[in-house]
């Protein structure tokens, strides 16, 4: 749920470049006001996850390597 909230938020904050691209009428704008927030959640989602699981192994006493 807490996921399904973030990307929710980083939509509703995109929403003012979203109806710009569609008033440009350009497809490259509106492909970009789409994609590029569900790339950097992504890029960021997947950041933060390697690194709780680099501190959860390091917790551990694991060597810190991602096996």
């Known amino acids: ?3 399904f909230k973030n990307i ?27 994609i590029l927030p569900v790339l950097f959640f992504t890029i960021g989602k997947t950041v933060d996850v390697m690194v709780q699981v680099y501190f ?6 694991g060597s810190g390597k991602i096996k």
């Open 8 to 34: 929710l938020l980083a939509w509703i904050s995109t929403a003012s470049s979203i109806f710009a691209a569609i008033e440009m009428k350009t497809l490259i704008t509106i492909v970009s006001a789409v």
């Open 1 to 3: 749920m807490n996921d």
């Open 56 to 61: 959860r192994n390091r917790e551990r006493g």
